[in-house]
């Protein structure tokens, strides 16, 4: 260990260490794409934790030869889940960009922090630009506004509702909360999670997140229900301040009605955010940003790339309409820092628009898969994983044993189903149905793990029993490796 870099001499044991990983960093992408690997070698916390043959997650006293360092590499990718596998549709993020990688690989060697001009230049202008071209895809004139990469679209969401809340009570950021009305914030009961924990984190309180109905057909926020909502609040003396419409739910893959929100939010002055974590990668495709259609109109917008688009995690954005709300609503103008008397423009250090202090270069592997892919790129990205998921769909929708949540063309690549097994088919739907079909999703999800073959997430949903969602956002799935799942779901639940 103490022979590499910077140990005197050490640049040939160096290169020779570096070369190795980078050996076992290519075997593991090779394999990644080859359809005869597993998706994931499953092993229990507690089998993990006793330690597996070489390989010991306990940190030890004394350093260990580069020898187990290697294994110790090797092994902590064989025991991981493969994300880029063809068979991984786990999550949102998924797949192995080759390029993207390589970006990651180059900001760690940079190693370099988000805060400041002054340490980190290029990668500062690149994510001005690419906020702006992201901005101008949004459709804000001349790509004007602001933005900042954040930690994930939680945090992007989260922005959102402390730059309405400056925008409207500045004073909330001096006084608290105890110096404003009782505000509300309005999103949907399918919107991600991520709105309620801001109200909580924030210090508006749970309650003060009011959870929209959503028509049953589309699962879409009922604009008049959100009015009704308004006024009520507004009856019980509460401030409305802000709306979240989703373009692109979590598990439906839903698009909220952004205009119909927008002349709501315009005749009661409020806020509107756009929660594109999942959806906004659509806006790249001509075909299908319509759904998005009104995004313009938001004051702000989260749009995770590390989604729909592949870029690897972590890599999302938030973007507001309004100049200027992001810095007065975070700033504290630490004097170590953001030095007012640099040689160079200071406004090119945009840290303190962060909530962070240090920021991760999150920038870079996106800047290049968009210089290497072209904005048509990702369009042709995100129509395929579209196409694929139409594919899905009609696959399933009349196949036997398979029974869709909702029936209809997906607006995303969420397309959600049951899977009943042989032993439930043609029983009535009575509550003895319910709780065994609940269990089944869960059985066939665990066998899948065991056996390694593939990947695909369930969830229950208000009334719903457990279901399957399946999401598509990986560039190496093909519509061979849908065939595979729905036949793999067959196959470990027939005796069920
Ligand atoms: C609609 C939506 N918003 C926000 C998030 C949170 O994103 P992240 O996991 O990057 O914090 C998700 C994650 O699934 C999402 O689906």
Known sequence: MFDLLPAKNGEEPTMQFLLEVVDILTNYVRKTFDRSTKVLDFHHPHQLLEGMEGFNLELSEQPESLEQILVDCRDTLKYGVRTGHPRFFNQL????????????????????????????????????????????????????????????????????VMVARYKYFP??????????????????????????????????????????KSDERCVK?????????????????????FVN??????????????????????????????????GGGLLMSRKHRHKLSGIERANSVTWNPHKMMGVPLQCSAILVREKGLLQGCNQMCAGYLFQPDKQYDVTYDT??????????????????????????????????????????????????GFEMVFRGEPQHTNVCFWYVPPSLRGMPDCEERRERLHK???????????????????????DKVNFFRMVISNQAATKSDIDFLIEEIERLGQDL
């Open 93 to 160: 993020s998924s797949g192995l960009d080759i390029i993207g990688l390589a970006g990651e690989w180059l900001t760690s060697t940079a190693n370099t922090n988000m805060f400041t001009y002054e340490i980190a230049p290029v990668f500062v202008l690149m994510e001005q630009l690419t906020l702006k071209k992201m901005r101008e895809i949004i459709g804000w004139p001349n790509g004007e506004g602001d933005g900042i990469f954040s930690p994930g679209g939680a945090i992007s969401n989260m922005y959102s």
């Open 171 to 212: 004073e909330a950021k001096t006084k608290g909360m105890s110096a404003v009305p009782r505000l509300v914030l309005f999103t949907s009961e399918h919107s991600h999670y991520s709105i309620k924990k801001s109200g909580a984190a924030l210090g508006f309180g749970v309650e003060n997140v009011i959870l929209l």
């Open 221 to 241: 926020v009922i604009p008049a229900d959100l009015e009704a909502k308004i006024i009520e609040a507004k009856q019980k003396g509460y401030v409305p301040l």
């Open 245 to 278: 419409a989703t373009a692109g739910t979590t598990v439906y893959g839903a698009f909220d009605p952004i205009d119909e929100i927008a002349d709501l939010c315009e005749k009661y002055n409020m806020w509107l955010h756009v929660d594109g974590a999942w």
């Open 351 to 400: 840290g303190d628009k962060a909530i962070q202090c240090g920021r991760h270069v999150d920038i870079f592997k996106f800047w290049l898969m968009w210089k290497a892919k072209g904005t048509i790129g990702f369009e042709q990205h995100i129509n395929k994983c579209l196409e694929l998921s139409e594919y899905l769909y009609n696959k399933i929708k009349d196949r036997e």
């Open 440 to 462: 089944v999703a869960p059985k066939i999800k665990a066998m899948m793990m065991e056996s390694g073959t593939t990947m695909v997430g369930y969830q229950p949903q208000g």
